[in-house]
């Protein structure tokens, strides 16, 4: 590996942080936070030292940036950055420990939306300002704004993209990946103004609007209120949030198809059709149990009023599903009271998550449907042996490296998320609590069941379980195996 290259360009990335950090700066010198101003400028001063280390000590680096440089690159920036990130909350007093700074600001840049805070309401209004804006940041992805801000990156932009990017393969919008970067930022940036926009017109007062556009758009989930989305009370606001959460953990790739008015494209992509289907269908599923079960099926045996209404059960169905389908962690309603058949169903609904090249989280539905396609194959090949057969996507071949990664993905998903749950009930975490939080953090999504439910919190949680849930965050954000082969050998070796 060429660590020089690799230093170079993370050097970079945190000169990019210092700057990104003047607005959240900003916002805490306009409510004058006091502590929480002198956090974010000694984290400029620190970000800015570092990446003039880099400048002062290493030469500029012509090579260009093969794939384990590429992938070293994208883990460092997204570790440092974190690592960074955290200095506010922890200098001004809001998180006790580091630990728990660094916990709450990879949930943050990994949109997972987990939190330590008990009461959100008495932060000041820059640190709700920070949770959200990297909820907005790591949404986009780090370093797709990188790719997207630098100029003329050639192939090492590409893999540097291709390296943080989600699902199976990447797809190119434009020749240059440059250009591509720009016009996936422009979407997000069109999408986030639109929500925005139509948050104020919902009555939602500004500063509020500001931080549930950004976590909206990153399907992250961090609110400004203890009771999430559900403290409003607002139907409006559900069925916008709802549309936006939905956009938001579609492929961002389909719009631009739209924007070139290849709307076939759009209505054939077997992804997009799987990920519909498996939101009526679960939300049928989750109505017809909510309204018909029997009061003793609920936790506490009591049914809410609302579930007696088949309207306002639709009402909690639809937004619950969308929330844990698109991996966004919002709530307007206490699902871990539910009956068990819909919270077990919202568990496995985890694992799946949303599209590829979207802000979601999880396995992937395209990596879901490849395994359903091979499935049927060799289903097929035990009655036919003889049988030779394409897995199609979209009605295009796929070539069977996507299929092996799909299915080795998958297979090392389970494999983390059994022994991380395993790690946390040797910490004296109860099984249901273990399972449903390695689960959501993996999937990026924020509340699982028992205590870290979505009326609860992570405060309870040991302080090593903390760091091994940051840890499940960001495996699950860089989809595992970039952060994984940093560990390997094979990865140091030239």
Same mark, same amino acid.
């Not at 590429?70 to 570790?79: D, E, G, H």
């Not at 950055?81 to 700074?101: E, K, N, Q």
């Not at 069109?190 to 500063?207: E, K, N």
């Given at each position: ?8 360009? @993370? ?8 700057? %990104? ?6 916002? *805490? ?22 990446? $003039? ?59 997972? $939306? ?7 309401? @008495? ?61 996936? &930022? ?10 925005? @926009? ?44 709802? #549309? ?101 169903? &919202?568990?496995?609904?985890?694992? #799946? ?9 999880? #396995? ?17 090949? %035990? %009655? ?26 998958? @297979? ?18 109860? %099984?249901?609590? *273990? ?17 870290? $439910? ?33 560990? &390997? ?6």
């Amino acid at each position: 590996m060429n660590i020089p290259v690799v230093l170079s360009t @993370v050097g970079n990335f945190v000169l990019m942080l210092a700057g %990104i950090l003047l607005v959240p700066l900003g916002v *805490a010198i306009y409510h004058k936070n006091g502590e929480v101003i002198w956090g974010f400028a000694y984290t400029i001063i620190i970000a800015g030292i570092l990446g $003039g280390l880099k400048k002062a000590f290493l030469r500029k680096e012509s090579a260009e940036i093969g794939v384990r440089e590429a992938l070293a690159t994208v883990t460092f920036s997204w570790i440092i950055c974190i690592f960074l990130g955290a200095i506010p909350f922890w200098y001004s007093g809001v998180c006790t420990t580091y630990g728990d700074a660094i916990f709450e600001t990879t949930s943050g840049f990994t949109t997972t $939306g987990a939190s330590i805070f008990k009461d959100v309401e @008495v932060l000041p209004y820059s640190i709700l300002f920070w949770r959200a804006f990297t909820n907005w940041l790591g949404g986009m992805g780090i370093v797709v704004i990188f790719v997207a801000l630098l100029p003329a990156m050639g192939v090492s932009g590409y893999q540097l993209f291709s390296a943080e990017v989600s699902g199976p393969s990447t797809d190119r919008l434009r020749p240059r990946i440059g250009e591509t970067a720009k016009l996936l &930022l422009l979407i997000y940036l069109a999408i986030t103004i639109t929500l925005l @926009v139509l948050l104020i017109c919902g009555g939602m007062p500004v500063f509020d609007a500001f931080c549930h556009t950004f976590s909206t758009v990153s399907t992250g989930g961090f609110s400004t209120k203890n009771t999430s989305i559900a403290y409003f009370n607002s139907l409006y606001v559900e069925i916008i949030v709802s #549309i936006f959460m939905f956009i938001c953990a579609c492929n961002f790739s389909l719009y631009y198809m739209c924007y070139q008015k290849e709307f076939p494209k759009v209505f054939k992509n077997s992804e997009v059709r799987f990920f519909i289907g498996l939101i009526l269908t679960a939300i049928l599923f989750s109505v017809f149990i909510l309204y018909t079960s029997q009061p003793e099926a609920f936790s506490g045996g009591a049914k809410d009023s609302r579930y007696y209404n088949l309207g306002s059960t639709f009402r909690y169905a639809i937004f619950q599903i969308l929330t844990v389908t698109t991996a966004t962690g919002y709530s307007t309603t206490d699902f871990d009271l539910w009956p068990n058949a819909c919270r077990f169903l &919202l568990v496995l609904l985890l694992f #799946i998550g949303a599209c590829a090249g979207s802000t979601g989280g999880a #396995i992937k539905c395209v990596r879901i449907v490849l395994l359903l396609k091979s499935s049927m194959r060799e289903f097929g090949k %035990i %009655i036919r042996p003889r049988m030779i057969k394409h897995v199609k996507l979209n009605g295009k071949s796929v070539s069977e490296e996507i299929i092996m990664e799909s299915s080795v993905f998958f @297979v090392i998903y389970l494999g983390f998320f059994g022994l991380a749950t395993l790690a946390l009930v040797a910490l004296n975490t109860d %099984i249901i609590t *273990a399972f449903s939080a390695v689960a959501a953090c993996m999937a990026n999504f924020g509340p699982g069941l028992g205590q870290v $439910g979505p009326m609860s919190n992570y405060s309870d949680i040991s302080y090593t379980g903390k760091w091994i849930l940051s840890f499940c965050m960001l495996l699950g954000r860089l989809e595992i195996y970039s952060l994984i082969l940093l560990f &390997l050998p094979i990865m140091w070796k030239r």
